[in-house]
């Protein structure tokens, strides 16, 4: 049995119970990640209540689960994790945990492994993940231990005094290598990566098959991840080289609900969409236009006012030293710091259309 199907079993024998789930956020970024897993709350107008945040750690109580909150879930970027809590304990209570029960349905799986998850510096005196397992092994002896390939995954960490236990629902890890800009047809250096990219993506609020627009799309990395979520996705590019480089990357990864439109960001050529994402440029000639960046950030704002609808998004980067004008067009929801380098400190604003 995998962990999707003793979730969904759960759920099904007791809907009326709290399902308790925790994250654990990427380490470099882990508000990043907490704002993400928000606005996917927000998106699918989901009802929950969080419990406990801190740092890379959220644990969030759902009244009526869906299994498709799941598929939602996986949308994240800055998330390592997450899974279903299964217990928690303090350390100073050594005895409780060993009244620790598994479902019934656990009789259903023959392999498990408990790996242990670090979330802070702190480390444990306690070898919990051995004992968490041999109380496993003891209620099910049928259990087998498989490192490699388990069926079930049981997650243990520490937080401040507090040990938690869950078992593992998606695993995040390890699947931007094959997308990363220097692994496409086409790259230029400021490409963005994909995991920043449907950071972006997801603060955006946008639902599956609804329409994204990156005005200044490049390589295309943040439609990319738009066309990977089932979002429809029009990118706009200046320079038909960058254009044709950009189409061989959509290509390669066989996505179809995209299009590539040569033509002046500044003069966008669309009635409307449902949100607005991009990593505005700086340093060359569209910019340079203006007497200075925040004249260049008022026409932008201006034009992209003229396609979004009140309450959509308009997400975008900027260097940390761009002042943002006032406008009566967005209001700012949130922003966030991504340190380059000691030049440079990029800042993702989060827009909302009055």
């Known amino acids: 049995m995998t962990s999707l199907q003793f979730l969904q079993n759960t759920l099904k024998q007791s809907d009326k119970e709290l399902t308790k789930v925790f994250f654990i956020f990427s380490g470099d970024f882990p508000k990043l990640g907490y704002s993400e ?20 750690f959220c644990l969030i109580s759902f009244k009526n689960f869906n299994e498709k909150y799941l598929i939602f879930f996986k949308r994240l970027a800055y998330c390592k994790t997450f899974a279903q809590l299964i217990l928690s304990f303090s350390e100073d ?10 479902h019934d349905l656990f009789n ?12 802070n510096t702190k480390k444990l005196n306690i070898n919990y993940e051995s004992i968490i397992g041999s109380k496993i ?3 099910y002896p049928k259990f087998i231990v498989n490192l490699n390939d388990p069926e079930l995954i049981f997650i243990i960490f520490c937080i401040n005094d507090s040990i938690f236990v869950g078992l593992e629902l998606y695993d995040h890890s390890n699947r931007w290598n094959d997308r990363r800009p220097r ?19 997801n603060l955006s609020r946008i639902k599956e098959e609804q329409m994204l627009i990156d005005p200044f799309c490049g390589t295309g990395s943040i439609g990319i991840e738009s066309c990977m979520m089932n979002v429809n996705f029009i990118g706009i590019e200046l ?35 449902n949100s607005v994402v991009t990593d505005l440029p700086y340093g060359i000639t ?30 975008f980067m900027c260097p940390k030293s761009w002042k943002i004008p006032d406008t009566n067009y967005f209001i700012l929801v949130e922003k966030h710091e991504i340190y380059v380098h000691r030049n440079l400190t990029r800042v993702i604003n989060v827009l909302k259309r009055c």
């Open 286 to 315: 569209s910019s340079n236009l203006y007497k200075n960046h925040e004249d260049f950030l008022i026409y932008i704002f201006h034009e992209i006012s003229s396609i979004l609808h009140k309450g959509s998004f308009f997400v």
């Open 239 to 273: 320079k038909h080289w960058i254009c044709i480089g950009a189409s061989k990357n959509f290509s390669h990864f066989n996505l179809k609900n995209w299009f590539i439109s040569q033509a002046d960001s500044l003069k966008i050529p669309l009635y409307e969409a």
């Open 108 to 119: 259903s799986a023959k392999s498990f492994a408990v790996r242990r998850i670090s979330v």
């Open 137 to 139: 092994k003891q209620l």
């Open 183 to 201: 692994s496409r047809p086409f790259f230029l250096p400021f490409s963005l990566y994909p995991k920043l990219s449907r950071a972006l993506v």
């Open 93 to 102: 209570e050594s005895e409780s945990f060993m009244t620790f029960s598994i």
């Open 37 to 56: 897993l928000k606005a996917i709350l927000e998106i699918y107008n989901i009802d929950y209540k969080v419990l406990c945040i801190e740092n890379q």
